[in-house]
């Protein structure tokens, strides 16, 4: 049976990055979407850092996946914040409240080094 309701499968947002700077995620539109999740793994040397939402009412891109307008983006306030500390490790954020158009994750680094894999997903509550 078939399902007429919105959903994102499982997308790579950002792929084995280099967690020696900072890192922004590909964009995930995320209209028609109520329910957004990130799942995020991490390997390396000791990788200190921080990852954060950010959300955008006003980024747009044309047909080709290309970008539009970049527009501007607010970090959203998280009621568990993924601190990345260790040589390995994972997180998981869930945006359970979200009214915006486009979500990124973003992760900003401290120190160390190390790889780094984010994974997004969507549905309708």
Do not use: C, H
């Not at 997180?91 to 680094?109: E, H, K, P, S």
């Amino acid at each position: 049976m078939s399902s007429t309701r919105a959903r994102l499968v499982p997308e790579v947002v950002i792929n084995a990055g280099d967690m020696s700077g900072n890192l922004t995620s590909k964009v995930t539109i995320i209209q028609n979407l109520s329910l957004v999740s990130y799942a995020v793994t991490w390997s390396g040397a000791s990788p200190v850092g921080s990852v954060s939402i950010q959300v955008s009412n006003d980024y747009a891109q044309n047909a080709d996946g290309s970008v539009r307008v970049a527009g501007t983006w607010n970090t959203l306030p998280l009621s568990a914040p993924t601190d990345v500390s260790g040589n390995t490790g994972n997180g998981f954020i869930d945006i359970d409240a979200n009214a915006g158009f486009a979500l990124r994750l973003i992760y900003t680094f401290v120190s160390g080094t190390g790889s780094m894999t984010a994974i997004v997903s969507g549905k309708v509550a």
